[in-house]
């Protein structure tokens, strides 16, 4: 009896957000281009913050790269900055610029500039080492080095890379807009907070088209580069309509200096071990349920092993999945089943299944051709070549990329903290919100020390089998 009412509070519970809210009042608010439309605003300040982060990142990288003095230095320095989550660096930002975009575009310009810088200089650092050997020999210097040599080696990597982060940073524009930066992310909260489901419906739909169009872009870039010349205009207009109208200075200074020294209470300290287990516990939990989900939907996505209607199906299931963050996952089930570790690992099973899912079936579908074709040669059916080929030859990226999605799930649990999934994220989130500020700052170290350590290892792992880092963005 208590799993049909459950079962029955569930429907009734997903019977509140349809039918969505597609007036024409509500749709022409959404759409606004005068500078208070949610999507516009998103969009901008995902626009911007990659942008202005490419230009940062790129000089650091050939730094990195081109393994010139103090490269070593600048590469930790990056990996500790990039342990922060974007959440934190939201609220910061919020404090120096005030609310609005100008806040977002900021938080997205230093962890993108980041991430990418690091990534990038991973990228030159594989380059193949025989042409630089051959310009090394001619008496090159480091700079002429990374001019004629890394850039031109991997110059296609790196635009792969870039933008691909353009869509990863449109779903990272509604996390910090959750934090007062604007934009969809603000607009989502506050119709959460109000009750008008209908709404959240119609903002999850935008958000998926939103998604799917820079996917398509981003496609379009990857055939056709050229179609690249379009971004850095949209991205100049895009970073002077988030301009910030205020830099508080003095007050961020004064409030950063508030936070030394790092400090707990002896309570405090004694919960730490148990706040960093719910946070591992959450993001495992999260990864294996992604993981399991994945691997039953990754035949069902893989072309030359499912029929093309049933692939275009899945993988529209997976986009959806994948298009909304693991915050507004969280947000969604929060109101269905209340606050707790729970609902954070729910969401970011979500989330991560259809980011694995995509993956996975990749994975099956680039193993090696000719062990599939000796299996087919036998008569086996599709599930057999499947079961017996495919899987086994995949095996290795599989398991790389679930490691790699639990290193960034557990980043992504202490950004859940906002919603009240517990663990070490919810413990920054409610001293951040109290003003304790050594607190703050003891628990950020925290986190930044659990974020590095996997970083660290997946780092390794990457390294070690050659796996893109699109496993865990």
């Not at 019977?15 to 949610?38: E, I, K």
């Not at 919020?94 to 980041?114: H, N, S």
């Not at 949209?234 to 309509?241: D, M, P």
Request: charge should be positive; hydrophobic fraction near 55%; include cysteine.
């Amino acid at each position: 009896m208590l799993i049909l009412d459950r079962i029955s509070g569930f429907f009734h519970f997903i019977a509140q957000f349809f039918p969505p809210d597609l007036s024409r009042h509500y749709l022409s608010f959404l759409f606004a281009v005068n500078g208070d439309g949610p999507i516009v605003q998103s969009l901008s300040i995902a626009l911007s913050g990659v942008f202005l982060a490419v230009l940062i990142a790129l000089p650091l990288s050939i730094v990195i790269g081109a393994r010139m003095p103090g490269w070593r230095l600048l590469y930790a320095a990056l990996a500790v900055v990039r342990s922060i989550p974007d959440l934190t660096l939201a609220i910061f930002c919020v404090i120096l610029v005030g609310l609005g975009p100008g806040a977002g575009m900021i938080t997205l310009i230093i962890y993108y500039a980041v991430a990418m810088a690091k990534v990038f200089g991973e990228i030159f650092l594989s380059a193949d080492p025989r042409p630089l050997d051959a310009l090394r020999s001619t008496g090159a210097s480091r700079i002429s080095l990374a001019a004629f040599g890394l850039i031109p080696l991997k110059l296609s990597d790196v635009l792969s890379y870039g933008i691909y982060e353009l869509e990863s940073a449109i779903r990272a524009s509604v996390i910090v807009g959750a934090v007062g930066a604007g934009g969809i992310g603000a607009e989502l909260v506050g119709s959460l907070n109000n009750f008008d489901y209908h709404r959240v419906t119609t903002l999850i739909l935008a958000l998926v088209l939103l998604i799917v169009l820079v996917d398509r872009f981003c496609w379009l870039v990857r055939r056709h580069p050229v179609a690249l010349a379009a971004l850095p205009p949209a991205g100049i207009a895009s970073l002077v309509y988030c301009w910030p109208q205020l830099f508080a200075m003095r007050h961020s200074i004064e409030t950063f200096s508030k936070m030394l020294p790092p400090h707990l209470k002896p309570m405090q300290v004694r919960e730490l071990p148990a706040l960093i287990l719910q946070t591992l516990g959450m993001a495992a939990g999260g990864t294996l349920c992604a993981a399991l989900i994945a691997l039953i939907a990754a035949p069902a996505a893989s072309r030359g092993i499912a029929p093309a209607f049933l692939v275009q199906l899945t993988r529209r299931l997976q986009d959806f999945a994948r298009a909304i963050p693991e915050v507004v996952w969280g947000l969604l089930l929060v109101t269905f089943v209340g606050v707790g570790p729970w609902a954070g690992g729910a969401a970011l099973a979500l989330h991560s299944s259809g980011v694995l899912g995509k993956l996975f079936a990749e994975s099956l579908e680039n193993v090696p051709p000719d062990p599939v074709r000796a299996l087919e040669a036998t008569g086996a059916s599709r599930v057999a070549v499947a079961a017996f080929g495919n899987f086994p030859l995949a095996a290795g990226p599989i398991a790389v990329h679930t490691l790699f999605r639990f290193e960034w799930n557990v980043r992504a649990a202490t950004v859940l903290g906002i919603i009240g999934a517990g663990g070490i994220g919810q413990a920054l989130y409610e001293s951040q919100q109290l003003f304790f500020y050594h607190e703050v700052l003891a628990y950020l170290l925290v986190t930044c020390a659990i974020v590095g350590l996997f970083d660290f290892a997946s780092t390794n792992l990457r390294k070690r089998y050659r796996v893109s880092w699109e496993a865990v963005e």
